[in-house]
């Protein structure tokens, strides 16, 4: 068992929550290849191993509630990713109207201005903000060039 996967058994440990193959499964998934997936994304990819779809819901819904991983709303569209582990971490995503493609954002000098505002927040506000997801949409460069503009 490797560090990353050792680590999630724990936190699932201290949660009461038992690591099953299942879960080590799916975990697995998200650690070899760390990418957004979608719930029946994971499903396709794990259904040759006996997971069903019911199984997949329950597990990235205990994996979310645990912290392991992040839920990302896009529209109609659910994205589930590893989540990186700094605290009070800024997630930025982008997210394409037209092939629907999900992008993180890895910029420090934007990532630095949005610490600063919610540093400024949290103390105008006598508030603590643990995690931020911002989902930025529009066009892909690729789909940008598509449609000449």
């Known amino acids: 068992m490797n560090k990353g996967t050792e680590c999630v058994r724990k ?4 949660h009461g929550i038992p690591y099953t193959c299942q879960r080590g499964e799916i975990l697995s998934l998200f650690i070899a290849e760390p ?3 979608k719930p029946n994304e994971v499903f396709r990819l794990l259904k040759d191993k006996g997971i069903g779809i019911a199984t997949v819901y ?3 819904e205990i994996l979310r509630e645990c912290g392991i991983i992040i839920e ?3 529209g109609r569209d659910v994205f589930y990713r ?3 582990p700094e605290s009070n971490c800024i997630y930025a995503h982008f997210l394409c109207d037209v092939c629907g493609k999900i992008y993180d954002c890895l910029d ?3 990532a630095k201005k949005c610490s600063d505002f919610f540093d400024l927040l949290e103390n105008s506000m006598d508030m603590t903000i643990k995690d931020v997801n911002i989902t930025i949409k529009g066009l892909c460069n690729e789909c940008k060039n598509k449609e000449g503009g």
Request: charged residues 30%.
């Open 11 to 14: 936190i699932l440990e201290d």
């Open 35 to 37: 990418k957004h997936y």
């Open 58 to 60: 329950r597990t990235l």
């Open 72 to 74: 990302i709303s896009a």
């Open 82 to 84: 590893m989540k990186k």
């Open 108 to 110: 420090s000098g934007a």
